[in-house]
């Protein structure tokens, strides 16, 4: 039979993976990814629908001071479909988000767990919370985030479409290169812009959460757990060991991610001299 401090042992290597790389962290991640993905294909459907091309056969081309007006003109055009959709956007974003910071807060707290365990230190004077369900917590952060998230995306997205248009214009594509333009950028959302705001997003929600569990169980020091393909930025950070918890990491930040994209996870950490608590 395995010895306790085995069992101890094997439970850290599978928990090694931690936030947005532990499994669950992994599933969610993928379905908010599709989620996003079938927004931006519905929205895509219908932007599609009212014809932005064809103000290239109204606006002559190569003529750049016409460029003005044809970004007004696309800009009231595309509202339509965009704010049709806000609520659904919102929706998602807010269902993904409360989910994650949920699943992260109870990893955090199952790490504190198993280090004050495997050290026999007592718990902190709030004793274990394994598994109390935070939903007031994570329903407000994500509601807060996703309102704040939702201007965000729709301007980003409405100057994507405003760009297309006036490129399609500018250098002379005429309707049907216009459309095809559109086309790509519409379809490269839907793949390449809902992956990068699932990973940024996801990261934040099941970061700050655990950030949240780290501070109110007393833990004295944080650290990151690295993804597979780390950048300089999260190496420098991750190589500076364990970081008092109200202290910044080197590029400025108090937690993950360090930038869009970013996959670090936030992790309890002993101190230098093996203290856990403050
Ligand atoms: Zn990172």
């Given at each position: 039979m395995a010895s306790l401090s085995d069992t101890l042992a094997a439970v850290s290597a599978l928990n090694?993976?931690?936030?947005?790389?532990?499994p669950s962290g992994k599933v969610l991640l993928r379905r908010f990814e599709v989620s996003l993905g079938v927004y931006f294909d519905d929205l895509a459907t219908r932007v599609r629908a009212?014809?932005?091309?064809?103000l290239a056969g109204r606006f002559p081309a190569n003529?750049?001071?016409t460029l003005p007006a044809v970004r007004e003109e696309v800009g009231r055009l595309v509202q339509g479909p965009i704010t049709e959709m806000s609520e659904d956007l919102y929706l998602l974003l807010a269902l993904w988000l409360a989910r994650g910071y949920e699943t992260a807060s109870n990893v955090a707290d199952r790490r504190v767990d198993e280090l004050a365990l495997a050290g026999s230190e007592e718990a902190d004077a709030t004793g274990s919370v394994v598994d109390e369900p935070r939903l007031p917590e994570a329903t407000s952060y994500a509601a807060r985030r996703s309102a704040k998230l939702v201007v965000g995306i729709n301007t980003t997205t409405r100057g994507i479409i405003q760009d297309t248009i006036a490129t399609g214009i500018k250098d002379g594509l005429g309707v049907p290169g216009t459309a095809r333009l559109l086309r790509n950028r519409l379809s490269d959302m839907s793949i390449t812009r809902s992956r990068l705001i699932a990973l940024t997003e996801m990261n934040d929600a099941m970061s700050v959460s655990s950030f949240e569990r780290i501070r109110s169980r007393g833990v004295a020091f944080k650290t990151t757990v690295l993804s597979d393909r780390p950048c300089p930025i999260c190496i420098k950070n991750n190589g500076q060991g364990p970081v008092p918890v109200d202290q910044l990491f080197a590029s400025g930040h108090?937690?993950?991610?360090?930038?869009?994209?970013c996959l670090c996870a936030l992790v309890a950490s002993r101190g230098p001299k093996g203290k856990l608590f403050s």
């Open positions: 090694a993976a931690m936030g947005i790389q532990s009212i014809e932005l091309e064809n003529d750049e001071t108090d937690r993950t991610p360090f930038h869009p994209g």
